[in-house]
């Protein structure tokens, strides 16, 4: 069982690794599809970009880790979505916008935040009691929103029917939270009852923390990328290009095989000069008047 588990946390950390992962803000064909899309468009919209956001959920996780109560799992989330719902909406409509690298980087210490606080970690190692827990989850809320904000932000909404987009995309968010802790809370009532479940609750919350920590550095390697381009000349696009020059400068292309193979030299090969030896003079005959020939 402990190798299954440390197999499944090493998939995760390597899947948190890849770039297409990490990518999950608003692509270009999203971009595209949302010109002239409507109130569905832009439910289906919010409620793709909140099942895909890893982060969002890492930190649902850990809310709703320790809750069994059905009312508990009621108030918590009901704060975590006043909490976004307020920043989501009224951010984009008052177009208030940050560098989203540094939104993303602050929810990764909102899954390090719950991780931490899952382990009882500010009383075992501060000796302090955490703020309220309600009141922590509607705050980290606001920060969530305000990621969801700045992503919405960066789509072509016009100034026509904005709010009613808004609020579309706000209630798709919700249905993609709705799918994702139904997922979450089938799985976690069907490991409670196992006895793993008392045995890996600290290993599942180290990985919290160890996972919000990945994303936090990954989210503020990518802010200096950005913020700071000048500082680093070969992005992304450069370094790629490079380490291309350097493979087609190592390796012959398929064409210059297929001419080295096929195609005459365009110049005629060399000859090595070699020395013809002279011919040798003709011998003549004559004679000088006794009637014999003779050569010299």
């Not at 010109?35 to 468009?41: D, K, R």
């Not at 929810?107 to 009882?120: C, D, P, R, S």
């Not at 995309?169 to 069907?190: D, K, P, R, T, Y």
Request: glycine share 6%; no cysteine.
């Amino acid at each position: 069982m402990k190798k299954n588990i440390n197999k499944y946390f090493l998939a995760v950390i390597t899947l948190l690794l890849s770039t297409s992962l990490l990518a999950h803000g608003m692509s270009e064909a999203d971009k595209l599809s949302i010109l002239n899309a409507g109130f569905i468009e832009f439910i289906k919209l919010g409620s793709t970009h909140m099942l895909s956001g890893y982060d969002h959920l890492l930190f649902l996780f850990g809310v709703i880790f320790f809750l069994t109560r059905f009312m508990d799992i009621v108030k918590f989330i009901t704060a975590f979505t006043i909490g976004h719902s307020i920043t989501l909406i009224f951010a984009t409509i008052y177009s208030i916008q940050a560098n989203y690298y540094l939104i993303d980087a602050v929810i990764a210490l909102t899954v390090i935040y719950k991780g931490f606080e899952n382990l009882n970690g500010f009383k075992k190692y501060f000796n302090y009691q955490p703020p309220n827990l309600i009141w922590m989850v509607f705050a980290f809320g606001l920060i969530h929103g305000f990621g969801l904000s700045t992503r919405l932000q960066q789509l072509p909404l016009g100034d026509d029917g904005l709010i009613g987009k808004i609020i579309a995309f706000n209630i798709g968010v919700e249905f993609g939270q709705i799918i994702a802790l139904a997922i979450m809370l089938l799985l976690l009532s069907s490991w409670r009852h196992t006895t793993s479940f008392s045995h890996f609750t600290k290993a599942a919350n180290v990985a919290l923390i160890v996972i919000g920590s990945l994303l936090l550095l990954m989210q503020l390697h990518s802010y200096q990328h950005s913020a700071y381009a000048d500082d680093f000349p070969l992005n992304k696009d450069d370094h790629h290009h490079t380490h291309q020059d350097m493979k087609n400068a190592q390796q012959p292309s398929v064409l210059d095989n297929v001419k080295k193979r096929f195609v005459m030299p365009a110049t005629e090969p060399e000859t090595k000069s070699v020395t013809e030896p002279t011919p040798e003079p003709k011998k003549k005959s004559h004679h000088h008047g006794d009637g014999k020939h003779h050569t010299h």
